[in-house]
């Protein structure tokens, strides 16, 4: 193999091999993907291969037809010119006046064009004077905006400006090399290709390591997030005789905005509440905070459902901006064999009466908190009887979709209390967890697609 040869080999097998890998990288951070990553690896791709063609090791290998070779290496040329101007928008911007955006579309379009063409012709030089003109435009337009002040003030920049400068040098060279206009006697876009692989690749290497150390300063946060929201729920039930108590709570994400809490108020009363805000993440657990907060400072009336509600929205008036909260409250007399209940926009309370085989479905609602500084609120009263059960629930449960769009829903929940009147609390519980998740993803392991709260208390019988 040639010196020349060999070189080039080098260079292909290598920005080939970081290339895959590259583009292996941002594939496998799908949640986290950035343009930048996956436009260097398809250049690295690109050069690599159109390098790995200007050798006669490689084509001989491939024994294909020469001049579809040469073909294929004009058309790599051309696509890579549209990955270089492609990365210019995703570091720099769309460019002033949207000039590089717009270069962007232009170099694609012809790229594409003039890939028909060469299938169609096999003259490989037909469209090239037409692809120098573009290259030297588009060289000229990212120095421009890559040397506009506010973008020289960056520090960012800076290497970027130098290293495409410097490469830009070369590219004129070779372009006009190839229209004649300056008698270059060796081809050295190689050179140029190579100056700018490297600024690039440091630019990647240094993103790359930002974007890692970002996200591990947010994955921080949201475990600090999350053991500040595990520390606001009940650390245990209250311990009343007479009742069997089960809380269940599966954030969508790191952090959720749905909560639940108990004040047990002597040995046979106990308030409770659950509560979910709209949204997700850190703002709606910012704001369950709150709500635990508002909902604890009701301490004198938590007998009163309908007062905690009031007094809740009261604190929580005008401070939600466009977010809002739906709850439900209840106080639970053993002593008298009773129930108060008043709820805030939030699903129904059920009752399964065990005696009756019936399922009451409290609907006693008064408006969203939050939003409405004015909202008063009304309670119900309701017996309770040995056997029956209660369930509170956000609006994950009900609004659980699977893959036909079709939601989990009241009818399907009222079917599974009727038919586990059975299982003990926490057996319930659980199972009604698992249905939601076997309803949202059948056969897998139940992940579902929001928050959700559920709260199940049996009246232990006599």
Wanted: hydrophobic residues 50%.
């Amino acid at each position: 193999m040639a010196a020349g040869d060999l070189g080039y080999a080098v260079l292909g097998v290598l920005f080939v091999a970081i290339g895959l890998i590259t583009l292996l990288l941002t594939a496998l951070r799908s949640a986290h993907r950035d343009a930048t990553f996956f436009l260097f690896g398809a250049m690295s791709c690109i050069w690599g291969l159109r390098f790995l063609l200007y050798t006669q090791l490689v084509p001989m290998l491939l024994a294909g037809n020469p001049l579809a070779l040469q073909s294929l290496s004009r058309g790599l040329a051309y696509f890579g010119a549209t990955a270089v101007f492609g990365f210019a928008v995703a570091y720099l911007g769309r460019g002033w006046r949207l000039s590089l955006l717009a270069l962007a579309i232009l170099s694609l379009v012809f790229s594409t064009a003039a890939a028909v063409v060469l299938v169609l012709n096999p003259n490989r030089d037909l469209l090239l004077p037409g692809f120098n003109v573009l290259v030297l435009i588009g060289v000229v337009t990212i120095i421009a905006n890559a040397l506009r002040p506010a973008t020289r003030r960056e520090t960012r920049y800076r290497g970027l400006v130098a290293g495409i400068s410097v490469s830009a040098v070369f590219f004129f060279l070779e372009n006009l090399r190839a229209l004649g206009v300056v008698p270059v006697p060796f081809d050295v876009e190689w050179v140029g290709v190579l100056i700018l692989y490297l600024t690039l690749g440091r630019l990647i290497a240094v993103r790359m390591f930002t974007n890692e150390q970002r996200l591990a300063a947010i994955s921080h946060e949201l475990a600090t997030a999350r053991r500040i929201q595990a520390s606001l729920l009940p650390k245990q039930a209250p311990q009343i005789d007479g009742i069997t108590l089960a809380a269940r709570y599966v954030p969508m994400t790191e952090v959720a905005g749905d909560i639940y809490d108990f004040v047990q108020l002597d040995d046979h009363r106990v308030a409770m509440l659950i509560a979910d805000v709209s949204g997700h993440g850190i703002p709606a657990a910012l704001i369950a905070s709150m709500v635990k907060g508002a909902f604890r400072a009701q301490s004198g009336h938590m007998e009163q459902p309908e007062r905690v509600l009031a007094g809740m929205n009261r604190i929580m008036a005008g401070q939600l901006d466009r977010k809002y909260v739906t709850a439900s409250c209840a106080c639970l007399d053993l002593e008298a064999g009773s129930l108060s209940y008043a709820g805030a926009g939030h699903p129904p309370l059920l009752i399964q009466r065990r005696d009756q085989d019936l399922c009451v479905s409290l609907q006693e609602n008064g408006l969203i908190l939050g939003q409405f500084a004015d909202a008063t609120y009304s309670s119900v009263e309701q017996p309770l009887a040995a056997g029956d059960r209660l369930v509170f629930y956000t609006d994950g449960v009900l609004e659980a979709t699977n893959a036909a769009g079709k939601q989990f829903g009241d009818p399907a929940l009222h079917k599974y209390l009727a038919e586990h009147t059975d299982l003990r609390t926490e057996d319930f519980a659980d199972g009604l967890l698992t249905a939601v998740g076997q309803w949202v993803n059948p056969g897998q392991d139940g992940s579902l697609d929001d928050d959700l709260t559920l709260v199940v208390v049996d009246v232990e019988r006599s």
